[in-house]
């Protein structure tokens, strides 16, 4: 695809209001609108190279979705439900974005994003995308390794007032990567 693929799973719609940020500042000439996973289809997701793929945090980590991390809308689990069978990735960029709640679930902050990530980053494809954990104060998050969180970690009920700042910091990060697998670049 020549564009830069957004999509987000959501239950309060708050991810949403990041991916639609996120949108408006890489700018729709390189990026098509985001939509809600529970939207689209597999192949309509796996049509794009470059993808910014974003979650919320729900349960204790795991994959959002109905039943299994208390949400009550469809989100990624219930996407990754419609596959056939495990697709090969090989050859797409991701960049990843999670939501979390550093104070109110400091023990588990943001880390739903790790196993969105790890979903993907199974499937074979290249990740890029890292994130300090410096500004955020919590206990544990799966989303850190090697000491930064494996894609952009907004905290908008505590610190949202960083969070254009943090989207400018990271798109200056990963819009060039991503768009090295478009032909919008060109």
């Known amino acids: ?25 890489i700018g ?8 809600n ?4 289809t597999p192949a309509e997701m796996l049509q794009y190279d470059a993808l910014i793929l974003g979650t919320p945090s729900y349960g ?15 989100n990624w689990a219930e996407f990754f439900a419609k596959f056939d069978a495990a697709p090969d990735l090989t050859g797409k960029r991701i960049a990843f974005f999670g939501l979390g ?11 739903s994003l790790f196993a969105l990530y790890k979903v993907f980053k199974d499937w074979g494809a290249e990740i890029v995308g890292d994130w ?6 919590f206990a544990h998050s799966a989303a850190v390794v090697d000491g930064r969180f494996v894609g952009l ?14 989207i400018d910091t990271w798109l200056a990060q990963v819009k060039p990567l991503l768009l090295e697998k478009t032909t919008a670049a060109a």
């Open 101 to 111: 709640a550093q104070e109110r679930y400091s023990e588990r902050f943001c880390s």
């Open 37 to 40: 996973v529970n939207r689209i």
């Open 153 to 166: 970690v907004i905290d908008q009920r505590t610190q949202g007032m960083f969070t254009d700042e943090r």
């Open 60 to 74: 204790e980590g795991e994959i959002p979705g109905n039943g299994i991390s208390g949400c009550f809308e469809p």
């Open 132 to 137: 300090p954990t410096d500004g955020y104060t």
């Open 28 to 35: 729709e000439d390189v990026c098509d609108k985001p939509i």
């Open 1 to 25: 695809m020549n564009k830069i693929g957004l999509f987000f799973g959501t239950e309060t719609g708050t991810t949403r209001l990041v991916a639609k940020k996120l949108h408006k500042k």
